[in-house]
């Protein structure tokens, strides 16, 4: 879908937002947030989409509204839309939002589709408060946040390691980021034997990938973010039963994210600097599959006792950082891993856990959350969770001594935080819950991949 912005309404589909204290003008329409009523008129088919009450109005209320408004538009397959934002002079966060909900709620995954849906050519934004470059670094973000949508829901047989590297390589050669790919004979001859070993038993061998953005030469500032690659989980020995192996094509979503967001900041261009690392592997099972009951010397030099081969990601992840905080020497670290089912069982799948060492740090990522409707909540990394990890023939074990499912996900982040450097700041995102809806569409997230992330990401990005 095109968007652009015009000072007059030129389509006869036109979307309007009506707060619920002004509904009584509509007849039979109570604008609560989320509905939606179709008027047509001599010449127009009018669309109301309801915000609800003004002073309850987040980003999230327009961003929904707006998306309601396009479905809605898709299924009456109007050719062209003009989308009204509610008064003039608005706040950004407004158009920001409409425009948003408009751009992800137009989203289809229809790779494997015998008959391709209906789609809209072209939306015109009226009354919109963005300047243009703000309205560019929108639009920009969305594509982003489709593109990694796209990543996630397509068939693991084809997002292998090897791919997510080509895609790597096709943001250099695009945009001039510099690339670092390691194959699976230098994850070994440098020691980053749990991505080895991880990706060993599959016949699309793991790769660690570095993409490097310098939007700042002079600044010596560098964050560094990092996603779990795993194209598929099939959980390796430990092998994932039916009811938890279908959707595991989504254990890459946090990969997704991170070249999701080095899409973005390709064609917003911020004065920062950014390093985005994806382990990846496939976590297969078969002959040469890695065993549990073995030890593995990390990169670090720390030795794992492998409990489960289930708990992969941790093992990837814990080698890309170790090595990335020697070659990169970031001031800051954020890791997103679809890494625990046990978050979904303290947050569900609306809102995902985060872990730090770094109050700053936490409460910045609490706000782009906030902000950007992709919501974390803070979860405790005391120290009986990190004694729960020590090991007995090994340093430390990859799965907990705790009773079988307690506390996972803070168990899951006290073993990544054993191979990073105390003097560095360090969030790690679980997201298992929020990358991927196994359910149908609520509110403005989609069913299946999300593309969670994204916008969190770049929010707390462009304004630290
Ligand atoms: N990829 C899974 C976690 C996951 C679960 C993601 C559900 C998305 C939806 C991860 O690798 C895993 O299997 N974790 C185990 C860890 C356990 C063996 C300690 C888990 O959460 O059960
Ligand atoms: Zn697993
Ligand atoms: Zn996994």
Not at 244 to 269: C, F
Not at 342 to 364: P, Q, R
């Amino acid at each position: 879908m095109k968007l652009k912005r015009s000072d007059t309404i030129t389509s006869s589909t036109q979307i309007h937002f009506i707060y619920q204290t002004d509904s009584d003008t509509i007849p039979d329409f109570q604008g609560k947030n989320g509905d939606i009523t179709v008027r047509y008129e001599k010449n127009a088919t009018l669309l109301y989409c309801g915000l609800g009450e003004k002073a309850l109005c987040t980003n999230t209320e327009y961003r929904v509204a707006a998306l309601k408004g396009i479905q809605k538009a898709m299924e009456l397959k109007r050719d062209k839309v003009s989308i009204i934002i509610p008064e003039k002079n608005t706040t950004p966060d407004v158009s920001r939002s409409i425009i948003e909900g408009t751009l992800l709620g137009g989203y289809k995954f229809s790779v494997y589709k015998s008959e391709q849906p209906f789609r809209i050519s072209s939306a015109e934004i009226i009354n919109c408060s963005l300047d243009n470059t703000d309205f560019k670094n929108t639009i920009a973000l969305c594509e982003s946040v489709l593109y990694a949508r796209d990543l996630v829901n397509d068939n693991a047989s084809v997002v292998n390691p090897q791919f997510l590297a080509s895609e790597a390589m096709k943001l250099a050669s695009q945009n001039g980021f510099i690339v670092t790919t390691l194959d699976e004979k230098e994850l070994r001859k440098k020691g980053l034997n749990l991505i080895a070993a991880v990706g060993q038993a599959s016949s699309t061998p793991p790769r660690l990938i570095f993409i490097e953005y310098t939007g700042d030469i002079k600044s010596k500032e560098k964050t560094a973010i990092v996603g779990k690659g795993i194209t598929f989980d099939s959980g390796g020995q430990n092998h994932k039963p039916t009811g938890s192996i279908e959707t595991m094509r989504s254990d890459m979503a946090g990969a997704a994210a991170v070249l999701g967001v080095m899409k973005s900041l390709a064609a917003i261009k911020p004065k920062i600097n950014v390093v985005g690392v994806i382990p990846a592997a496939h976590n297969a099972l078969g002959g040469n599959a890695y065993f549990p009951g073995d030890i593995y010397k990390a990169y670090s030099g720390k030795t794992v006792e492998i409990w489960s081969t289930d708990a992969e990601g941790r093992l990837v992840l814990a080698d890309a950082i170790a090595y990335c905080q020697e070659k990169y020497k970031p001031s800051a670290i954020i890791d997103l891993a679809t890494l625990t089912g046990g978050v979904l069982y303290a947050l569900s799948d609306f809102v995902a856990g985060l872990f730090s060492n770094n109050d700053t740090l936490a409460s910045a990522l609490f706000t782009s959350g906030e902000i950007t409707g992709e919501r974390v909540w803070r979860l405790p990394l005391y120290k009986e969770y990190c004694d729960s990890i020590k090991g007995e023939l090994g340093d430390i074990r990859n799965v907990s001594k705790l009773k079988k499912g307690h506390a996972s996900s803070i168990t899951g982040a006290a073993f990544i935080k054993e191979f990073v450097n105390d003097t560095v700041a360090w969030a790690h995102i679980d997201i298992a819950g929020t990358a991927f809806n196994e359910g149908s569409a609520r509110g403005d997230v989609p069913a299946n991949a999300t593309g969670y992330g994204v916008r969190l990401l770049m929010n707390y990005l462009m304004n630290h």
